[in-house]
């Protein structure tokens, strides 16, 4: 069946650091790709999607290219702020039944 | 503006009550789902609904069920026969298109003791 890998957290970063957040998939089909964020003692929001190889997803300063021949899904942000401090997850969705799989989410916590 | 709500944000429970999360939303979107969260955990799908009238079991669906009578809302209910009911319950929508992203609620705090 389809999966999401997300790297194991915590992630911890000084204010201004760069962030990468690994995110690979095994899909039947085509999926789209999501991040999702979640702020402390609220819903998941996305953050940004890519629905084809090759696409680049961006919001807020973060990206995430759609590596078909990887099957990766790497988020990334050059400067990371401490309102950035969130659990991140990682999804796919390859239609069908229209169930989202999702990874296990990674916790980033960024000092002033 | 549209989006979903769940009510109410905190909920606490005696053992052996059963308690009804509510999820509303006004995004006109097909499809609902509800799931469960535990700390340090993923999202665990409980029950989703693709259409009025019609649901199916997610992966933890044992001690919940559901109702789709109406587009708007998917009210889930914690019976009794849930072991460990206490965790932090997630509604969502989507339009039903692989291409198209969740919305979430805000959740609900499900305390029973």
């Known amino acids: 069946g389809d999966s999401v890998t997300q790297m194991e957290g915590p992630v911890t970063l000084s204010e201004e650091a760069f962030l990468t957040i690994n995110c690979t998939y095994t899909a039947t089909g085509y999926p789209s790709l999501f991040w999702y964020v979640q702020y402390p003692g609220e819903g998941l929001q996305l953050l940004l999607k890519a629905t084809k190889a090759d696409d680049k997803g961006s919001n807020k300063g973060f990206e995430a290219t759609y590596r078909k021949e990887t099957t990766s899904f790497h988020l990334e942000k050059g400067s990371v702020q401490v309102s950035d401090s969130a659990v991140y997850f990682c999804?796919?969705?390859?239609?069908?039944?229209?169930?989202?799989?999702f990874g296990r989410g990674t916790s980033l916590i960024v000092h002033p | 503006d549209g989006g979903i709500t769940q009510s109410p944000k905190y909920l606490f429970r005696k053992e052996g009550q059963n308690v009804t999360l509510s999820c509303e939303q006004n995004?006109?979107?097909?499809?609902m789902y509800w799931y469960r969260q535990d700390p340090g955990q993923g999202l665990r799908l409980i029950y989703y609904?693709?259409?009025?009238?019609?649901?199916q079991k997610g992966d933890i669906a044992e001690g919940y069920s559901v109702s789709r009578e109406k587009k708007e809302s998917f009210p889930l209910t914690v019976t009794s026969a849930q072991k460990n009911p206490t965790a932090f319950y997630l509604c969502?929508?989507?339009?039903?298109?692989?291409?198209?992203?969740?919305?979430f609620g805000p959740g609900t705090r499900l305390t029973v003791t």
């Open positions: 995004l006109n979107h097909d499809a």
């Open positions: 609904s693709q259409i009025v009238n019609d649901f």
């Open positions: 969502a929508s989507s339009i039903g298109d692989r291409t198209y992203e969740q919305y």
């Open positions: 999804a796919l969705e390859t239609g069908g039944s229209y169930i989202p799989t």
